[in-house]
C-alpha cells in the first residue's frame, strides 16, 4: 500500500472511532508527521478548488443563469459532501498527529469548518434550506392583484397612504404563510442536529463557529439598543418620549424616518450611481475597474450578494436596484466585499476568506469590511463632492440614515432573539413568538391583528445565525471611521487612508481574528461606544 493511500485509511478509521489496525500487519510502513502535514496541504488545495466550483454554482444561481430546480440542488448537496469530507478528514488528522502540526490558527479554522459543516451540510437540512431559498427567490409579491418588485414593496413601505402601509405587511405576510411549513421543518431538523451532535444549542454552537464569543455578541448587541433607547424615543416625537411606550405601528416605521429626513430620489439618478461609487474608492486608491467587476442587477431575496469565484482576483456582484440613495448605500456596501477579497494578499487558501463553509469567514468581519465603506454616506464631504449633495441635502440624508440604523439595530435585535429562540424552544408556537419579540424589541405597536412574517426572511435559509454581524458591521465601520479620522485628519478619504486599511485590514484575510484586525487598524478591539455616538449624533 502506497504511504499516502495508508494515511488516508488510517484517518478514515480514526474519523469513524475504530481502534487501527497494527500497521505492522502486511508490513506495512507507518504515516508520519512529514506525510501526515503533507496530506493536510493538499487538503487545503483540494479545498480551495471546492470553494471556486462552489462559487460559479452560487453565482450562476444569484446571477439567474441555472434555473431552481432538483438539478441544481443536487449539485449543491454533491459539493457539500466533498467540502464535508476534505473537513472530516483534516479534523482526523489533527486527532490523529496533534494540532501542532500546523499554525493554531490553522488547526482552529479546520476544527471549526468541520463542525460548520456538520451543523450546515447535514443531507436534511442542506435540501430543506436550499428548498426554502428556492421557493423565497421565486414569489412574486401582488398588491390589490399587480405583481410588485421587492424594491417596489420597500417604497410603498414609505407611502403617504396608512391604507398601503398596512397592507405591505399583508403582502408579505403571504409569502410568510407559503414559507412557514419548509421553515418550520428546517428549524426542527436544526434542533434535533444540535442534539445529535451533542450541543446544547445549534444557535450558540454556529454562532461561536461564525467566530463571535456568545457572551460578547450579546452584550454589544444589547448595549446599541440599551444606549440608543432614548433617540428612538426622540426620533417619534415628543408624545412617544412623554408616554413612555411605543404609539408607532411596526408599518409605519419607514414613513416616519421618511417624512422626518428624505433626499428625492432624483438626486441620485441610477445611471450615476455606479460610477459615484468607483468614484469613491479610487479616492481611497482602490481600482475596481481593471480588470472590470462582473456586478449585474436583477431582482432576487437579497439586496445584493458579492461572491468571490476565486480570491484575489475574480470576484463577481449581484444587486438589486432600489431607488434614490438606498441603491448608492447597496452598491458602497458590495463593492467594500469586493475589496476585501481583491486585497487579500494570504497564499494558504484556509485563510483567504472563502464563505462557503461555515467558520472560514467571520460574518461580522466580512459584513464590518463592506459597512466601512457602505457608511461613508454618512460623511458630509463624500457626498458634496462626489454626489453633489449641498450642505442641507447632505445634513438630511445623514439624519436620515441615522434614523434607519437606529431601526435596523431593533429589527436585527428582534431577528436574532427570534432565530435562536426558535432553534432552542421545540414545542415553540413559532408566530406567536415571533409577535411577541417583535412587541417587546421593536419599539413599535405591533397590534394583535398583525400578521406573522417571520418564514419570509431567506437569512433563515442561506444564512442561519447571521443577521447580527450587521450590527456588529455598524460598530467595525463606526470604530474604523473614526480611527481614520483621528490618524488622516477630517479628510481621511484618500490614499493614505486605504492603504492603511489594506495592509492593516484586509491584507491577512483570514489569519487574524476580528480583534487582531481591529486593534492593528483602529488601536483597540471591536466595542460598540463609536456606533452609539454616531447613532445619537455625536459623530
Known sequence: MHRRELLSSLLVVAASGCR??????????????REAHARLAELARRYERLMQDHGKHEWSR???????????RAALERLRAE?????REAEAVLKRFGNSLVSPRQAELWQKGALGLALLADSKVSTLSDELEALINAHRFELDGKVI????????????????????????????????????????????LAKALGKPSYYAALLQVRGADVARTEAILTALSVRTRRAFADMLGPRQRRVARAITFAWDIDYMIARQASVPHERFPRERALPAALGIYRAFG????????????REFAFGGQTVALRVPDDVRLVVRAPAGARYVGLLLHELGHAVAVRTTRVTHPLYKGYEWVPGLLDPAYAEGSAEIFGRLLDEP??????LGLSDEEARTLIAGRRLEALVAV????????????ALEQERADLDALSLDLERRLSGTIVPRDAEPTWAASPFLASYPVYTHAYSLALCVAAQVRQALKSRFGSGFLGRDAGEHLGRAFFADGARSKLDEKMVRTTGAPLSESDAVRFLLGRS
Open 20 to 33: 487501527p489496525p497494527d500497521p505492522a500487519v502486511g508490513r506495512a510502513p507507518r504515516a508520519t508527521r
Open 62 to 72: 444569484y446571477a439567474g443563469l441555472s434555473p431552481e430546480g432538483p438539478a441544481t
Open 83 to 87: 467540502e464535508h469530507d476534505v473537513f
Open 149 to 192: 418588485t421587492r424594491a417596489e414593496l420597500s417604497e410603498l413601505r414609505r407611502s403617504d397612504d396608512p391604507r398601503v402601509r398596512r397592507r405591505t405587511r399583508q403582502v408579505e405576510h403571504e409569502l410568510h404563510k407559503k414559507a412557514k411549513p419548509v421553515a418550520e421543518a428546517l428549524l426542527a431538523r436544526r434542533r434535533e
Open 286 to 297: 482602490f481600482d475596481l475597474e481593471h480588470p472590470p467587476l462582473d456586478l449585474r442587477v
Open 381 to 386: 464631504g463624500v457626498l458634496r463632492e462626489h
Open 410 to 421: 431593533r429589527r436585527s435585535a428582534v431577528a436574532s432573539a427570534f432565530e435562536r429562540a
